[in-house]
């Protein structure tokens, strides 16, 4: 559960899960029971805690943790191992647990960092585009492992950052980027393509455009930003776009970024956008896979989309991120545009993605350096990192 310092019952719940679990925690409770059991802990199910879920509950006993009580009845109605964090029974299981995995922090499960008994890890959920420093940094100092995409990433870390530990630093490459991986050496591309439109209820006889911007940190830094995710008016605007040239455009907003029932419903009324938040459709991989050109600002799915091969257009906008960002012309790898240019430079690329790489010759200098193995999958590399702990 992502904690919103605005809303009131979040805090309710975070107090109450600290109390059960300091309370929990004492050595009293300590069993053998569940010595063996692997905690995931997250906003929600989805990326590389998903993907790891997948990989370990064959061989070992895998949940996935919640403070939110209508994802547990969500998972659960779907057979997923999960854990309210506010049941006591389910709360001694996470107590005696072997290992405890997060990808978004620990909130006050940061305690057991000083527990000797206790595998910590994190399975980082991607590259930031915001500059860290070593006060945000420190928070990963006393993990026992943290998995990270590849070596560049590694040197990014120790080098740009300057994390500290660098002895818990393992590259792994990342689970949820197994699924595109194998989207790619398959022989079946447009088969796939059509079957997962048809799923999401997509005309499968049009061009297919992913709008996924980040979400704004400091909204001062980007006030009166025309081209913001909050803005209707822009997304009316491309709207009329994907009317003009015939195509798809599947919104799908950052975690954090929230709409009012009002706004939703004027999405809803818009002719060729389609609403696609994580809360309803958790697998953005399929977006990735069925998507023409990815339309971004300062989202790091750009670094995941990049497998791909396919146009990426980054709008030419400022950063909300308070501390920067670090070697813009590395990150930000494709074209960036205005505005003016959204539709002929879609339009453009559609005609002809060779056009795009001629454009671009950043885009595979990024992928060749961030992605040093586009082949091998991180599977057997989690199970390998999970099975020396047992």
């Known amino acids: 559960m992502k904690f919103n310092k605005f809303n009131f019952y979040h805090y309710i719940v975070f107090f ?15 069993s053998e029971d569940n ?13 590389n805690l998903k993907s790891l879920y997948e990989a370990t509950s064959e061989n070992y006993k895998c949940y996935f943790l919640t403070l939110d009580y209508q994802n547990f009845k969500k998972l659960k109605s779907k057979n ?14 996470v107590i005696n647990s072997k290992i405890f995995i997060t990808d978004h922090g620990m909130h ?3 305690k057991f960092l000083e527990n000797d008994d206790k595998i910590v890890i994190d399975v980082n959920h991607g590259i930031p585009f915001q500059r860290w420093d070593e006060k945000i940094m420190s928070q990963w100092n006393n993990f026992d492992e943290v998995w990270l995409l590849s070596e560049m990433h590694k040197k990014i870390y120790v080098d ?10 393992y590259v792994t490459g990342y689970g949820r980027l197994d699924y595109i991986k194998q989207f790619n050496n398959s022989s079946n591309k447009n088969i796939i393509i059509k079957d997962l439109k048809e799923k999401l209820n997509l005309p499968t006889n049009k061009k297919t455009i992913l709008y996924a911007p980040t979400w704004i940190h400091d909204k001062n830094l980007v006030k009166n930003n025309f ?14 776009i994907a009317n003009e ?5 599947i ?4 975690l954090n970024t929230k709409f009012t029932k009002r706004f939703k419903n004027n999405l809803n009324q818009l002719r060729n956008i389609f609403y696609m938040p994580q809360e309803s459709f958790d697998n953005v991989e399929d977006f990735l896979i069925i998507s023409d050109i990815l339309l971004t600002d300062y989202s790091s799915i750009s670094l995941d989309y990049i497998l791909l091969k396919r146009p990426v257009l980054f709008l030419n906008t400022p950063y909300s991120f308070n501390s920067g960002i670090f070697n813009d012309k590395f990150m930000r790898f494709g074209k960036k545009i205005d505005k003016d240019e959204i539709g002929s430079i879609m339009k453009k690329y559609l005609n002809n993605s060779s056009d795009y790489f001629l454009d671009c010759p950043q885009h595979m200098k990024t992928l060749s350096e961030l992605h040093e193995d586009i082949e091998s999958t991180a599977k057997d590399n989690y199970l390998k990192r999970v099975s020396k702990f047992f």
């Open 35 to 47: 010595n063996k059991a692997i905690i995931l802990y997250g906003h929600k199910f989805y990326g």
């Open 251 to 254: 919104f799908r907003p950052h």
């Open 80 to 93: 997923i191992n999960v854990l309210y964090g506010l049941s006591s029974k389910h709360l001694k299981i």
């Open 245 to 249: 040239l015939d195509l798809n455009i």
């Open 16 to 30: 109450y899960g600290y109390f059960l679990f300091s309370f929990f925690n004492l050595k009293i409770f300590n």
């Open 108 to 110: 006050y499960f940061k």
């Open 160 to 169: 740009i950052f300057k994390h500290k530990n660098k002895e818990n630093l």
């Open 227 to 240: 081209m913001s995710p909050k803005n209707f008016d822009f997304l009316n605007y491309l709207d009329g």
